[in-house]
Nanobody, 119 residues
Framework: QVQLVESGGGLVQAGGSLRLSCAAS????????MGWYRQAPGKQRELVAS???????NYADSVKGRCTISRDNAKNTVYLQMNSLKFEDTAVYYC?????????????WGQGTQVTVFS
């Protein structure tokens, strides 16, 4: 099992910045992916950014150039630096960890942290 503790959400004015953190504990495989998804009211959950244990990252087109994902593997922590925030970034942000073993995937989710952007 993997437990995820998120922090860093909040209320921010458009154009501002926030940094989300997610600390993972428990059984984390050496091959894994850590990332962030978000879900706005009335919309499906969508990928924001993810990074594999070997350093490959990918981003949603909507956040490219504005968000940066990073990891501290020693601390099993993933970060999401969000800059130039827009109203449409308002959502609940969920941390996600995927343990990878061959073709097996174990998916874990955090409780979510609210990000609200106001103009």
């Amino acid at each position: 099992q993997v437990q995820l503790v998120e922090s860093g959400g909040g209320l921010v004015q458009a154009g501002g910045s926030l940094r989300l953190s997610c600390a993972a504990s428990g059984t984390i495989f050496s091959m894994n992916a850590m990332g962030w998804y978000r879900q706005a009211p009335g919309k499906q959950r969508e990928l924001v950014a993810s990074m594999s244990s070997d350093g490959f990252s990918n981003y949603a087109d909507s956040v490219k150039g504005r968000c940066t994902i990073s990891r501290d593997n020693a601390k099993n922590t993933v970060y999401l630096q969000m800059n130039s925030l827009k109203f449409e970034d308002t959502a609940v942000y969920y941390c996600n960890v995927v343990n990878i073993w061959g073709v097996t995937r174990q998916n874990y989710w955090g409780q979510g942290t609210q990000v609200t952007v106001f103009s």
